[in-house]
């Protein structure tokens, strides 16, 4: 289940994953988040070692300004609070897999 977070809640969240958590920083208005967003709803759902959270970046710009988020949709995943992958646009399951399980 993918969790949406805010600025508020966001290091309690994501500190609290043991594993891979992955970011997605998104727009309402944005259409390749828009194309993004089942793919990582699937993620979500098929995968027990990835926790899944969402930003809105319209609500919370001081988190993506902190997280140096210039164009959405940005995917950030991190293990132990820590930047392991960063994509940005749309990209396929395999190749969001790919790049924030390596």
């Excluded at 319209?58 to 995943?77: C, K, M, N, R, Y």
Aim: contains cysteine.
């Amino acid at each position: 289940m993918v969790k949406y977070i805010n600025t508020q809640n966001f290091e309690s969240e994501v500190n609290s994953v043991s594993g891979v958590a992955l970011v997605d920083f998104y727009a309402d208005w944005c259409g390749p988040c828009k194309m993004v967003a089942p793919i990582v709803e699937e993620i979500s759902n098929e995968r027990d070692d990835v926790t899944v959270f969402k930003v809105n970046v319209d609500e919370s710009p001081e988190l993506a300004s902190q997280f140096g988020v210039f164009s959405i949709p940005t995917l950030i995943g991190l293990k132990n609070g820590q930047e392991t992958a960063r994509i940005v646009g749309f990209r396929q399951k395999a190749a969001i897999l790919a790049e924030i399980l390596k």
